[in-house]
């Protein structure tokens, strides 16, 4: 791997640590609250978080997203945050692994398998490189490299677009994630970086056979924010800057993409702050919710934090489901959500 890419993930990490990184938007859950359930004839005992995805039982709805890999650092991260997902019976994303398919050497930053045998795990490569050289057989060593349980491809043609490196040819992109997905031994899903999926976008790759859309949207991470941050040169760091509030919001993007495709499993990540939050994205039509920035400080600790974060998190999620008469996943999306100024 190039000295450029090894600095460039360091740089993400350090940079995603230390500065102020989010989008000048919010998600969208901010203004949404559920109608309270004063008799909800349930023991808090009985709430089931448990649910069923891509063929495998998970203890709960929540993802640890797709973050980092490919240096030092990146490996004691995600060897933490897959401590983590083992013990709680979630699932988890790695980084690009662009760096360990350049130089296997990499690879152990991502191979997180052997700490977490029974984990949902996904591979990850960015879309684009199949528009520089990459196809099905890198994508498929991605897939091998980790044991993974399915392949994320993601986009970020804004964050290419303000990186002064960045690889910025998505043309004709669709068919060349049709050729992959006809390929790969795993189901494909495509997300974005936090800028969302619109229900056109969504559709074209439902078409092209993509089996789970990750919306991903706006509210959280901003990665022009973080391109700002790590500009060498003031016109780059202004260009960027300028696309603090792009995007659509997290919530706005599920109910889109639920709207259009009824059928498709959907991810909502994208500034997901807990429980609340990922409560919210189940009512509104998503399989899971993926949280990485909070997740990425913790891990930065140790994988107990890892653990508090995520038990947290599901606590949170009982009890709102608790506090509105929902006795499982299925039927949180008929608990009542009220819009508020």
């Known amino acids: ?26 998600s969208g859950f901010e203004s949404l609250r559920f ?3 004063a008799l909800p004839q ?4 009985e709430i089931d978080l448990s649910q069923e995805f891509l063929g495998n039982h998970l203890a709960a709805p929540l993802l640890i997203s797709s973050m980092t890999g490919g240096t030092a650092q990146a490996g004691e991260i995600n ?7 083992q013990s709680s019976g979630i699932a988890m994303g790695l980084g ?3 760096a ?37 057989d890198e994508a498929q060593r991605a897939i091998d490299m980790i044991e993974a349980d399915a392949l994320v491809l993601h986009l970020n043609a804004l964050q290419e677009a303000v990186q002064p490196e960045g690889d910025t040819n998505f043309g004709g992109l669709l068919p060349q994630i049709e050729a992959v997905v006809g390929s790969v031994t795993v189901p494909v899903i495509v997300k974005e970086v936090g800028w969302g999926i619109s229900a056109s976008v969504a559709t074209r790759l439902v078409e092209a056979g993509v089996a789970v859309i990750d919306v991903a949207g706006a509210g959280g991470t901003s990665w022009s924010q973080v391109e700002m941050h790590r500009a060498a040169e003031e016109k780059q760091a202004e260009l960027a800057s300028k696309f603090i509030d792009w995007g659509i919001p997290t919530a706005e993007a599920v109910r889109q993409v639920r709207a259009a495709l009824p059928n498709i499993p959907i991810i909502a990540s994208g500034g997901l702050r807990g429980g609340l939050d990922l ?12 949280m990485a920035g909070p997740f990425l400080r913790a891990a930065a600790e140790s994988s107990q934090a890892v653990t508090d974060l995520i ?6 999620l009982r009890v709102c489901m608790f506090a509105t008469g929902t006795r499982d996943l299925n039927a949180l999306p008929s608990a009542k959500l009220l819009s508020q100024p």
């Open 311 to 316: 038990d947290r998190t599901l606590q949170e």
């Open 96 to 98: 690009s692994q662009r």
């Open 100 to 136: 360990a398919i350049e130089d296997p050497g990499l690879a152990d930053t991502f191979n997180v398998r052997g700490l977490a045998p029974d984990v949902l795990l996904f591979a990850n490569l960015g879309a684009v490189q199949l528009n520089y050289g990459y196809g099905a």
């Open 79 to 85: 060897r933490n945050l897959a401590i983590a997902a």
């Open 279 to 290: 409560a919210k994205s189940i009512a509104l039509g998503a399989q899971l919710g993926g």
């Open 1 to 26: 791997m190039s000295k450029v890419t090894v600095e460039r993930k360091a740089d993400h990490i350090r940079v995603n640590l230390e500065e102020d990184v989010d989008s000048g938007l919010i």
């Open 42 to 45: 349930l023991d808090l005992d």
């Open 35 to 37: 109608e309270h359930n």
